[in-house]
């Protein structure tokens, strides 16, 4: 008699998810995830579910690269990434947003801002820690604070507000064991912006309270009706801050994984002893190719900026002509239109969409609190699709409103 | 020459990367009225900075392929002309598709096409050539098109970006 060895062993043996860490384990998927396997599925679909430029990466960037390559730079560099990328960044930051940070000790390159706000929630959370996150917001923050041992508390905000944090709304989460607030403006997926005087009020709440703030600005070069503020330029806020950011949506470069963060000495050097037992150093190839895009791709990056300004224009104007309520989205490369007087759900009306119109966007609800009843639409894409997925939105919308 | 508005430059742009664009999709992309967008084009039309709308073909896609020639051609500039009179000469057959006057070792750069060598070659020595002042040409035919007017003919990689990503 023949025995199935591996069955028997698997009825003996316990179930993999029981090895799994419990933090882990627990996490729920992504909701992006489970409609990004609806959507690879399907043919003829327009998509404005894509979180990234639809630029390739400028050519000079590409070929500076590969010209390293060629001369067998493939070493490690320094952990805390080259002293030359560093310097150019500092002097980028400075330039652009007025904020001052010494090179040798201030500055970490990291793979993409991803690992940055990894690295400073890991440095800063102590088990039961409450860390504060605006929300809808993107959707790497509450998980990375769970498996560092935080708790996540989300501050709901509201298109009456166009989506910006009032210093109302954090007050009121605010309880002793708030440590840290994670800003992301330009927001992902909002679209918000916060000015100088949105952000002078919460800058007093954080003092009062003595928060460190997380600042993701990554999309800090869009911004269409005015010039990014820093809230590192916030007066007294310069300490208090972590600012993260990044290559890949101001140059294109999202495949590279490039981002770098910026905070005071002793907490970067925290940042730097995780960083450097986990991934040793930001890849090569990346930072040669950063540091290129930094000295010679300025002009390009604005180009490209002025491109997305005019597709901001025509994706807004669309959501206008189909009557679906859209908040002028005033950085980053998405519109997040109201569907809530259609009467679905973000949920079904994105799968619907996606079904009936061939148009993929990712429901309001994948980026937490205050994003059901919105829709999250990339611009970043062809103004020939663009205004195609327009016209199937509006069709689909139209259907719907008859029906 | 003239100096044009920004939005003169704006509206140039984006026709130039596709010129069946609408005045009105001109005019939301640029952020201004659809009239002002109407009026800088019949600007640019009147002052022939549109010269003309026409569509950018790669004609090696289509079984009947003609042949193009770049030939450098040394002149003798005219009295009170200069290259002016020459130029003009040469331009106004139809098979030549461009003329460039040049700095460096020639004077002219002539674009030729024709249906195929001969047709070139024979439009050399009997047009070009025997004209006056034209001291020497020196004939380059093109094997293959890679770029023209900034576009590239290669079928490139599409996007290759994921359907969804946060």
């Known amino acids: 008699m023949i025995v199935n060895e591996e069955t028997k062993k698997q009825q003996n043996s316990k179930s993999m998810q029981s090895y799994l860490a419990p933090l882990v384990r627990d996490i729920p998927p992504s909701g992006i995830r489970r409609f990004f396997d609806l959507a690879e599925g399907s043919k003829d679909i327009i998509t404005l579910g894509v979180g990234e430029p639809d630029f390739t990466t400028p050519w000079h960037v590409r070929e500076a690269c590969v010209y390293s390559l060629e001369r067998g730079r493939t070493a490690y560099t320094s952990n805390a990434g080259m002293i030359e990328l560093r310097e150019a960044i500092a002097q980028y930051l400075y330039d652009s947003f007025q904020v001052s940070y010494q090179p040798s000790n201030q500055i970490l390159v990291t793979v993409g801002g991803s690992e940055a706000i990894d690295l400073a929630l890991r440095a800063l959370i102590v088990p039961g820690d409450e860390i504060l996150i605006p929300e809808p917001c993107y959707v790497s923050y509450s998980p990375i604070t769970s498996i560092g041992g935080g708790v996540p508390v989300g501050i709901e905000t509201f298109a009456e507000n166009d989506f910006k944090l009032t210093a109302e709304a954090l007050e009121a989460k605010i309880t002793p064991k708030s440590k840290v607030l994670i800003l992301c403006y330009p927001s992902n997926p909002t679209g918000a912006i916060m000015t100088y005087e949105d952000w002078l009020p919460i800058a007093k709440v954080v003092e009062k309270h003595d928060l460190i703030v997380i600042s993701d600005e990554i999309y800090a070069e869009l911004t269409y009706t005015q010039k990014h503020v820093s809230f590192a330029s916030i007066p007294g806020m310069m300490d208090r801050t972590v600012l993260v950011s990044g290559f890949s949506k101001a140059f294109a470069m999202t495949g590279w994984r490039m981002g770098y963060a910026c905070a005071h000495p002793d907490l970067i050097a925290a940042m730097l002893k995780i960083h450097q037992y986990t991934v040793m150093c930001a890849p090569v190839m990346g930072q040669v190719a950063a540091l290129e895009a930094l000295t010679n791709g300025l002009e390009e990056k604005d180009r490209m900026i002025e491109s997305y300004n005019q597709r901001r224009r025509l994706i807004v104007q669309g959501f206008v002509d189909i009557g679906l309520p859209c908040h002028e989205p005033q950085g980053a490369f998405y519109a997040f239109p109201s569907i809530a007087e259609t009467g679905l759900s973000s949920d079904e009306f994105a799968q619907r969409l996606l079904m009936e119109a061939k148009v993929a966007a990712v429901p309001g609800t994948a980026f937490g609190q205050g994003g059901e009843g919105f829709l999250r639409c990339s611009y970043a894409t062809s103004v020939a699709q663009l205004t195609e997925a327009l016209e199937r939105i509006g069709e689909f919308v139209h259907k719907l409103k008859t029906s | ?166």
Request: glycine share 4%.
């Open chain 2, 1 to 166: 020459m003239k100096q044009l508005t920004d939005l003169k430059l704006k509206v140039l742009d984006l026709l130039n990367e596709d010129a069946r664009r609408s005045p009105a999709l001109l005019a939301t992309l640029i952020g201004v009225e659809e009239e002002a967008v109407k009026e800088a084009i019949a600007e640019l039309e009147q002052d022939h900075v549109i010269v003309k709308y026409a569509a950018v073909v790669n004609w090696s896609k289509i079984e009947d392929e003609t042949v193009t020639a770049l030939i450098e051609v040394q002149i003798t500039p005219e009295r009170g002309r200069g290259f002016e009179g020459i130029a003009e000469r040469i331009y106004l057959y139809p098979q030549v598709k461009s003329v460039y006057l040049m700095s460096g070792a020639y004077d002219l750069l002539v674009e030729v096409e024709g249906r195929n060598l001969r047709e070139v070659a024979n439009f050399v020595s009997e047009k070009l050539s025997p004209i006056d002042s034209v001291l020497s040409t020196k004939t380059n035919f093109i094997l293959k098109k890679y770029k023209q007017d900034g576009i590239i003919f290669e079928d490139r990689e599409e996007d290759n970006r994921l359907m969804i990503s946060p």
